[in-house]
């Protein structure tokens, strides 16, 4: 079964710092990754996915994510973190097959101090 | 170009009752899945419809059932609701494509007093 873990539940960081939100996956075979930001009382927005080709992957409001086969593990980054990336953001692995089925892992809510 | 939209935003329901939530996809996407959020969770995903047709579904009773239109807009109803059924429900569209991302409205949230 296809899965993914967010192992916390909460990262806290100061505005300009570097930021990093840990994901990591269980799945079978090749995993179609994805990260999703959700503020508020609103819906989820996609980020970033990997499907394939370069480990690192490059998405919206300047985040980033890196790949990594042999650690199973798709971190989600920011060189330098804004007041307004703070939100709950979730992992996902793609289910297998033509679906667009997704498993999300808990979510970890960012909090970046001023 | 309109995104996912939902509708109602906000639904107050007493146990028992049944109730129905919409969903339009944003233009262009043909498969409309529909997800559970707890508070303090992740999503769940209930079900997922393309062509009119359940495709796809996860763990939940048969009190949740839905329906996609000929426009693939899609509706999930659920009957006899619990206490336990308070959550954001969310609906996500996308193309049927293998390496394609969904899109999610903004969600409904239902309160089961």
């Known amino acids: 079964a296809q899965s993914v873990a967010q192992p916390e539940d909460q990262v806290n960081v100061a505005e300009g710092n570097p930021l990093t939100v840990k994901c990591t996956y269980s799945v079978s075979g090749n995993p179609y990754l994805f990260w999703y930001v959700q503020y508020p009382n609103r819906g989820l927005q996609f980020l970033l996915k990997y499907i394939t080709g370069d480990n690192l992957v490059k998405g919206s409001y300047g985040f980033e994510a890196e790949f990594n086969k042999s650690q199973t593990s798709f971190h989600l980054k920011k060189p330098s973190a804004l007041v307004s990336d703070s939100a709950l953001y979730f992992c996902?692995?793609?289910?297998?097959?033509?679906?667009?089925?997704?498993?999300f892992g808990s979510g970890t809510k960012l909090n970046v101090k001023p | 170009d309109a995104g996912v939209t939902q509708s109602p935003t906000h639904l107050i329901k007493t146990r028992g009752q049944q109730v129905t939530l919409r969903c339009s996809p944003k233009s262009g996407h043909d498969t409309v899945s529909w997800y559970q959020q707890a508070l303090g969770q992740g999503p769940q995903f209930i079900f997922q419809?393309?062509?009119?047709?359940?495709?796809q579904r996860g763990n939940f009773p048969d009190r949740f059932s839905g329906h996609q239109f000929p426009n693939y807009s899609s509706e999930l109803n659920v009957n006899a609701l619990l206490l336990g059924d308070s959550a954001l429900y969310l609906c996500?569209?996308?193309?049927?494509?293998?390496?394609?991302?969904?899109?999610f409205g903004q969600g409904t949230r239902l309160t089961v007093v």
């Open positions: 996500a569209s996308s193309w049927t494509g293998m390496n394609t991302e969904a899109f």
């Open positions: 419809y393309y062509e009119e047709e359940e495709r």
């Open positions: 996902a692995v793609r289910d297998k097959g033509n679906f667009n089925k997704f498993y």
